[in-house]
């Protein structure tokens, strides 16, 4: 079916459409009651249920894990289930309901996780439950300074690092602190040794170099040059603490300072005060600090885990997209040229963010079960992200300049900032090329009936609640490819750089551990040791669950970037920019290919790792 704007149909088409419309809303309704009052869709269809391919492609991960549990599982209950799962995916390769089922169960994890809760010993602990499936390579590395400022730049949450030109008074680091930081990096790297135990410790890193290269940097020059940066998790003040299933857990507030290294070096840890008020309780921590530094990275790498599941993935991207996919149907005939080059990116959204809310952030679900925060700090987390999201504030320029982080003198190797940019112009130019084909001028757009009432849907009270977009006066070419930009990008590069590293980097649970499960170390002097360490840890169930969790949601690729079902778009005006944007994508697989071979490698950002919706 070609497009066509519906100012341009005949009247009786216009009735038509504005029929399948009326229908539409009966079909898909918001409810404001399931997430607080941010508008989700109120009864999942039968229609909007995952396609078969789908399913398949979770059901292949679904037996890996499920392989992985045999292997790993002690109790003999355990391993029949595993077992028993495992025969009815292979039987049920070609019987759809059956299939559907047994995915379903191991995606609400019933099942899965070892039945004793244990506490590791040793490091290996942590890796012995990877069998069937690859041990991530940060459990090789995760303990190295580098890569803990690394992390910050291209791990799963890479849009907490914000520029400060001085340090807030919650958080009085001096000079002495800075100097200490830096001589102890110094040392680690001088003498060879890390401080702990590790099997790529800070002197082999091949950006070693160029913290001997700035030793003379200082707390001051830092900050007149605009190399200081910092994370602060306030977000977490007086946040209600988890005790689901083992008791207490913690979770804090803390705040950690870095330095972009001297002459355009990597970004280096200085600082990490574990609670937003310094007292004698919560000190600051150096590299200096052994144990107690060790400890107190766990404990933003914690926070960072519990912003990073709550805000920056399910809040800023599941469902925050939620309203637009329902706006867009609701209002959108089929005939509609957005409804067409949008539906690709809808895909699977309302399935996936159903079943998220349903049992994922349930009581007693699996977040529940895992993060620091009791399960009304997660869930209130994400409905607050979403609530002040201000959709024009969120473009991806804007965002890297409000963070003060767009500056590549000042912040180099920032793999996530180089390589979204490009994907963002990329689809801004696509978007733009095809609004031209329909829209020839503002005015069309502002005759566009449908686009105006999903523009005021989207806003309103009883829609889609969402915040800080255009006025229907305001609506011109520019700011709707501005919007539409924003919900491709969000859909596809935004998701895939938030969602897929939940298996790289978060199911080796120690490089970023959802709780934390003892206080936070005292004090600078406090004798401290490994079993402190693994004591503020997960105990093993909750270990093995991370992993399940992470390894199912962080590796199921369904669809590409670009890559619409043949013949989707009937118009044959859509081949030519079609196929630019196509091109465009796989020059900047290129690009990102060889900007891996003189930075730390980021793959997850290339073209075949970005689904064209948010799907898992
Ligand atoms: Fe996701």
Redesign the pocket.
Known sequence: MSAFLPQQESSIVAFFRKLQCQMSRTKYRYNYEYLADIAVLDKLHWSDEPKLEWVKVVAARAGFLLKNQLHVAEDQIQRQAAHQKLKALAEAKDAEVILRRVVYEVLHMDGLGVSDSYRAKSMSDYESIFKGIPLPTVATNYRCDIEFGLKRLMGANPVMIHHVSKLPDKFPVQEEHFKKAIGALVSKIVSGSSGHSTKVALHTHPDAAWVTKGSSDSLERAADEGRLFMLDYVDFVGAEQGTFPHGKKYLYAPMALFVSALGGGPLLPIAIQCEQTPSKSFPIFTPADGIAWLMAKSIIDIADGNYHEAGT?LGK??LVMEPFVLASLRNLAWRHPLTQLLAPHFEGTLA?NDMAWRHLIADRGAVDRLMGGSIATSRGLAVKTVQEMSIRDSMLPMSFAARGVADQDRLPNYAYRDDAQLYWESISKWVSDYLDIYYKNDQDVQSDYELKAWLIELNSKDGGRLRGLPSPEELTKSTLTQMVTFVIYTCSVQ?AAV?FPQYDQMSYVPNMPLAGYRPAPGSTDEQLSEEDYFAMLPPMDMVELQMNLGYL?GTVHYTQLGQYAKGHFKDPRVKEPLERFQKQLKHIGTVIQERNKTRSVYETLLPQGIPQS?N?
Do not use: V
Request: glycine share 0%.
């Open positions: 993935h991207t599941h996936i998701h969602n949601l948010i898992i």
